[in-house]
């Protein structure tokens, strides 16, 4: 998985019909700051309401996800919000002139290319994967339906459908890198059995389908006079069901497309989680209604648990200690941060190694060595520091002062053999030079000290 958070490179833009409404929209792809996330706007509507890609928004999943907030609505999510995340684009404004998200070929593979041809640009800021502290799974016993999303080092989907049709029979797709999405799954076509299609109608839906847009399969026979009806309702001339039973030798791209775009789905209902996860999913006779009932729990149980920052001494840091002590004035032996691994306008994220050689067990428990709280205080204030100079273009240029500390707690302790991973996040924008944060300290997936901080930044005298 990328490290890097990322966003389009410039404005992309494509038009056609939504399907379910059958009114013509104009989309566009606007490059976004780091951590903005991916939101919808629409510019048609007064004072064109932004509506985040966020799963407590999700209104309808009925053949397809509709987000609302303040009464603005967006539909048919899923395609647009797959080809985002399989891409890997993080930030990225999405602007519509209309309430629904163009069907174009039924697939996301149009809106890939769309990101292709402007290209991708990496940010300076690290990416944040949740990662889930436990299975989380949603269970609809009535459509025997069941979709887990387990804990894992990366994200993969696995997915199993069974319609009781003899024409798309079992069927399963697997990702197992999200780097195979655009070539296995984007390319892959919405679809829908020709008894729905009338169904449909009368529901007032797939207004804007055509055999264009989606693979219609019979399973069933069908009398002439209902081809008749779905020739007037398509305003199509000729119509026939083919051996395979799909109506008007429309080929397969895939043997299981099937089964490979109910995972494109998943994929783009999932996206609405808000970040990037790291999880193994296992699906099973998936639906919108199902994907998003799991999105919102695993988002819950996300805001509901302390995230455990992930250090993996593998990764090249963001800044190593010789970059750091260009930033900092310390020195040894007062220098105690090592590495930085994440670094953006908010949260900034470092380690400090506890080795046994440390200078200051010689006199401080030398017989059952503690790491000092006052020195774990220290470090904190110098892992913020550098998320304060972040702030300025010139850091070397600024001094950074610790002000104050509040509500500081020592949970468990600190011991030589240890990495000590300090996480800060800024509480508030910096004003007049003074910011204040929150920090945590974390030894594995135990939280050892933990409170609040106050510090200035001042100009140094040229």
Known sequence: ????????????????????????????????????????????????????????????????????????????????????????????????????????????????????????????????????????????????????????????????????????????????????????????????????????????????????????????????????????????????????????NVALRFKNEFARHKLLDVMGDLALIGKPIKAQILAAKPGHAANTALAKKIKKALQDTITVPSYNPKNTPILDSAQIGKILPHRYPFLLIDKIFHLDEKWVIGIKNITFNEYFFQGHFPGNPVFPGVLQIESMAQIGGILVLNSVPDPENYWTYFLGVDEFRFRKMVQPGDTLVIRCELLAPIRRGIAKMRGEGFVGNNLVCEGVMLASIVKKDN
Do not use: W
């Open 1 to 248: 998985m990328n490290q890097k958070q990322q966003t389009v490179k410039g404005k992309i833009s494509i038009s056609g019909v939504g399907l379910h409404t059958g009114i013509v929209a104009n989309v566009t792809i606007s490059p976004a700051a780091p951590n903005y996330g991916i939101k919808f706007q629409r510019i048609d509507l007064a004072n064109k309401p932004i509506i985040e890609a966020d799963a407590d928004l999700v209104v309808e999943t009925s053949r397809s996800t509709t987000l609302e907030k303040n009464g603005a609505k967006v539909i048919t999510t899923e395609h647009i919000l797959a080809a985002l995340f399989g891409m890997e684009v993080d930030n990225a404004l999405i602007e519509i002139d209309a309430p629904e998200i163009p069907i174009l070929d039924g697939s996301a593979y149009p809106f890939v290319e769309l990101i292709e041809r402007v290209g991708v640009e990496t940010q300076n800021v690290s990416k944040i994967y949740y990662e889930l502290p436990k299975s989380i799974s949603y269970r609809d016993d009535s459509k025997d339906i069941e979709i887990t999303a387990l804990p894992a080092d990366e994200y993969k989907i696995t997915v199993m459908i069974d319609y009781n049709s003899s024409v798309l029979g079992n069927q399963h797709a697997v990702l197992n890198s999200i780097k195979d999405f655009k070539t296995e799954i984007a390319p892959c076509r919405t679809f829908c059995f020709l008894h729905e299609v009338e169904m449909l109608l009368k529901h007032n839906l797939i207004k804007g389908g055509d055999l264009n847009n989606a693979i219609v399969i019979v399973d069933k026979p069908v009398k002439p006079e209902v081809l008749e009806s779905i020739k007037t309702l398509f305003h199509i001339k000729n119509l026939e069901v083919t051996q395979e039973g799909i109506l008007n």
